[in-house]
């Protein structure tokens, strides 16, 4: 079965850009099936689908019921592939569509060099997962491959995000506790970037 690009979700459409991700968080949505919405598998067979199969799935979606918005967000962490996403972002912005991008913040460390001023260029919005108050509690909730060094990474880029005058958010999951989300939220005002709790959903 061809993996799904564009979807719908909530009434919402997303783009699935890639499968990886260097993280296995305890609560990830992946675990639970193939794929979320209206989508029928979000698991590519081979590879993460190139630029042109991007735009050519964008290009034949219907988007007369859901207005020129998007959510970069499938079963992988879309900065894996930040080639494809920048060009595909770029492409979108020259078409008047408001993106946002929800990601793990880790994108840094991903592609060995600073992103977030490429990444910012033409997106509109980034939703960043926090998912926990602080850097033991991070590496036991996300399980990062890139160890210690990966929840300071996460607060690095999103201080940049804000810099560059994009809509900025924290996310954290209502799995963990009331204590670390609270926390959480103190952190996120310290570093005036508004934080959502997303309800944890089975789908």
Not at 24 to 30: A, M, N, Q, T
Request: with cysteine; glycine share 6%; proline share 3%.
């Amino acid at each position: 079965m061809k993996a799904d690009i564009v979807y719908t979700y909530g009434g919402k459409v997303y783009l699935n850009i890639t499968n990886a991700c260097p993280c296995k968080c305890r609560f990830c949505i992946r675990n639970n099936g193939d794929a979320v919405g209206e989508a029928k598998t979000l698991w590519f067979e081979e590879h993460a689908p190139t630029f042109e199969q991007v735009r050519e799935a964008i290009e034949s979606f219907d988007f007369g019921n859901y207005g020129k918005n998007i959510i970069i967000c499938g079963y992988g962490e879309p900065t894996c592939s930040l080639s494809v996403l920048l060009n595909t972002c770029s492409y979108l912005k020259e078409n008047g569509f408001y993106l946002r991008l929800n990601t793990n913040g880790l994108s840094d460390l991903i592609n060995k060099k600073e992103t977030a001023k490429d990444i910012c260029k033409n997106i509109d919005e980034v939703s960043i997962s926090l998912n926990a108050p602080d850097a033991q509690k991070y590496l036991y909730i996300t399980q990062p491959s890139f160890g210690e060094k990966s929840f300071d990474a996460v607060l690095k880029f999103a201080a940049q995000c804000r810099d560059e005058g994009v809509k900025t958010k924290f996310t954290v999951v209502d799995v963990i506790s009331k204590e670390d989300i609270d926390l959480s939220r103190d952190l996120a005002e310290s570093m005036n970037i508004p934080l959502r709790v997303r309800e944890y959903t089975a789908e």
